[in-house]
């Protein structure tokens, strides 16, 4: 499905095919609204990134991508590191944070933060996070990392919000069996993406 095929079948749904009252623009944002609601049921949009991380010699702490939803693995130097979280190093490791820096091999996360045991003692190389991001904007790719039969799924989600949001007559009912497609649709589609999360 094009970006203009989205747009004229969220159209349909509503009702409202005048460009005027209903800018694209504002049709992009409420499926955006639905990709985002879309990623958070079935992990859909993944990112491979090797550049945001850079170790600095003795620091353990290194701010996460601001497009990071989830953490799903960290490769460092050929091998994938240990996922862990701090209240292990707590109660194990009482001066976790005084270890000595050398090659770390393990990671955990904490709110916008992603720590590495040991401390890194070197610059490179730079490890590689695959996380699932936030989906790319409507306007700029339609359906980004969506397999195509998936495509309306979002869509329905889009629909229902803009539905409810502006209560006319008759929209909750219209709203609630969209979101009830919206919903059994991902339930379908989550199979399709879990794959995704494992390593290379």
């Known amino acids: 499905?094009?970006?203009a095929e989205g747009r004229a079948m969220w159209r349909r749904l509503v009702t409202e095919p005048n460009t005027t009252v209903v800018a694209d623009t504002e049709v992009d944002t409420w499926i955006d609204g639905g990709q985002?609601?879309?990623?958070?049921?079935?992990?859909?949009?993944?990112?491979?990134?090797?550049?945001?991380?850079?170790?600095?010699?003795?620091?353990?702490?290194?701010?996460?991508?601001?497009?990071?939803?989830?953490?799903?693995?960290?490769?460092?130097?050929?091998?994938?590191?240990?996922?862990?979280d701090e209240e292990h190093f707590r109660r194990n490791y009482t001066e976790w944070r005084q270890t000595a820096a050398g090659s770390p091999t393990d990671y955990?996360?904490?709110?916008?933060?992603?720590s590495f045991w040991p401390k890194p003692n070197v610059t490179t190389p730079k490890p590689t996070i695959r996380y699932v991001s936030t989906p790319v904007a409507y306007a700029t790719t339609a359906f980004a990392q969506l397999c195509t039969q998936h495509h309306r799924i979002p869509i329905y989600h889009g629909a229902a919000a803009w539905l409810i949001a502006h209560g006319l007559d008759g929209s909750f009912a219209r709203a609630s069996k969209f979101m009830e497609l919206f919903e059994q649709r991902a339930q379908g589609a989550a199979k399709h993406y879990g794959f995704r999360k494992v390593g290379k």
Not at 108 to 114: L, Q
């Open 1 to 3: 499905m094009t970006q």
């Open 36 to 84: 985002e609601a879309l990623n958070d049921l079935i992990d859909y949009h993944i990112t491979d990134d090797s550049s945001s991380i850079t170790f600095v010699s003795g620091t353990q702490d290194y701010t996460l991508p601001t497009d990071c939803a989830q953490v799903l693995w960290v490769e460092w130097n050929g091998a994938f590191m240990k996922e862990a």
């Open 108 to 114: 955990f996360v904490t709110g916008r933060t992603i």
